[in-house]
């Protein structure tokens, strides 16, 4: 330990002159001797102000650790600063503290040509101006005017340092949120372009499966298909239709149980074996329950209901079919509309098959509707739902066959609390 220096001080000028004093003479580096300044002065601000003097001392000492050995200066205050955890925690430059009121600095030093403070002998301390007493440190002199300065520069150099650090790391943050938008932006339009080419491809499927209407004299007919979700524009809703040898109309309505491809695939295999048997030539009333007969053994968990229509176009005789399936709707040109009820039970029910066949005929201008509950409970109330499907046909039953069924199904489902997939068929006899 060398040049053990210790001075009184009662004023903040002279404490504030003595700490510059010892960090230039020991060569510190301008920022060091600044934040040991300012933490000395916040320190003894309190003491000097009431009027209670403090002790500045310093030396030098070698260490282990650095070559060039540690500045120790200690600052004795009357006061217990451990007490104001606060103010001693936010000190430019952390000091130790003990007990009974003195804080302790082990700064290390710079090497023999380091960049320190000004000229000047290591070990060598300036005293204080008067010794430290009640007027130390009053003067100003040019020295002392260099160094604050100096402290001033050191403090400018950091803070444009600082600054352009900041923008330089506002820039780069900007082009990384400038790449990410981008990144995010292509995620999106490849996103976009891979749902529409799903929608296209199960669009091009669902059209493959849903047969476009024939041409039978006497006969006008358009159907409309809506699925459940945008997502899945597949689902068991199915028809088909088909001139029989005969000249006689067949259609088939399906609705197999859930969504999706899944129910598609039972919606479909019911429709096959149904055009089967009527090519085949089984009567109406057989066909669900044989049908069944033949899915069963290789789907034991198909569940579907049916509807069945046999129309003759040269007699208009109409025979119906049911397997728990909603019933058709029967709008007469000069008359009331009616449900057709006919009883029964679909594929995968105990005993399926239609109870009956039901016998009507349709005349120049009626129309028959035939449709999936898709269009009649989007409500939640089947009733209600069957008759605003009424009071919908009726609407709409003088426009062109091909807006009827589109044009029903929009009026349904001004409001949808159940989303379904939804098919709705229409037939009709053209007015004489």
């Known amino acids: 330990m060398t040049d053990n220096t210790t001075s009184h001080h009662h004023t903040l000028p002279s404490l504030r002159h003595a700490v510059r004093g010892i960090a230039r003479v020991h060569r510190l580096p301008v920022e060091t001797r600044a934040r040991l300044v300012m933490s000395a002065v916040e320190l003894a601000r309190t003491e000097i102000a009431a009027g209670r003097p403090v002790r500045l001392k310093a030396y030098a000492e070698p260490s282990g650790g650095e070559p060039a050995g540690q ?11 451990t007490a104001d955890r606060d103010g001693i ?8 503290f003990a007990s009974g009121g003195s804080a302790t600095w082990r700064v290390p030093l710079p090497g023999r040509h380091g960049d320190g403070g000004s000229g000047g002998e290591a070990g060598m301390v300036p005293p204080a101006r008067n010794g430290g007493g009640p007027d130390a440190g009053s003067g100003c002199p040019t020295s002392e005017i260099h160094a604050v ?13 600082l600054t352009a650090e900041h923008r330089r790391l506002k820039h780069e943050l900007a082009e990384t949120n400038r790449g990410t938008l981008a990144l995010y932006v292509q ?13 296209q491809t199960l669009r091009e499927l669902e059209d493959a499966l849903r047969p476009a209407p024939i041409e039978v004299d006497g006969l006008e007919m358009a159907v409309h298909y809506a699925p459940a979700g945008t997502d899945a524009p597949t689902g068991g809703d199915l028809y088909d239709w088909l001139q029989l040898p005969d000249g006689t109309v067949h ?29 085949e030539g089984h009567p109406l009333e057989s066909i669900i329950a044989r049908t069944a007969e033949i899915l069963m053994p290789f789907d034991s968990e198909l569940m579907s209901t049916v509807l069945l229509a046999r129309i003759n176009p040269a007699t208009g005789d109409l025979f119906l079919a049911n397997g728990s399936h909603p019933p058709a709707l029967l709008l007469p040109a000069g008359g009331e509309p009616g449900y057709l009820e006919v009883r029964g039970r679909g594929i995968g029910y105990p ?3 239609s109870e009956r066949l039901l016998h009507t005929r349709m005349g120049p201008g009626d129309m028959l509707i ?9 409500r939640k109330d089947p009733r209600e739902g069957e008759k605003r499907l009424i009071e919908a046909s009726r609407r709409h039953a003088d426009r062109p066959i091909t807006e009827v069924p589109g044009a ?17 068929l229409a037939v009709r006899v053209p007015p004489a």
Request: no cysteine; hydrophobic share 45%.
């Open 187 to 199: 995620l999106e339009e490849r996103d976009e372009q891979l749902r529409k080419a799903h929608g």
């Open 408 to 424: 029903i199904a929009e009026d349904m489902h001004t409001v949808i609390l159940h989303p379904d997939d939804t098919l709705a």
């Open 71 to 81: 500045l120790v200066v200690t600052l004795d205050i009357l006061s217990d600063l």
């Open 89 to 96: 925690a936010d000190l430019p430059l952390p000091a130790q």
């Open 370 to 378: 035939l449709y999936t509950d898709g269009l009649t409970e989007s």
């Open 251 to 279: 259609i088939t309505v399906v609705d197999a149980l859930g969504h999706g491809v899944t129910s598609t695939r039972g919606a479909l295999n019911v429709t096959h074996a149904v055009r089967t048997l009527a090519l």
């Open 149 to 161: 300065e100096q402290e001033l520069r050191a403090t400018l150099a950091r803070l444009d340092a």
């Open 351 to 353: 005993l399926p098959g």
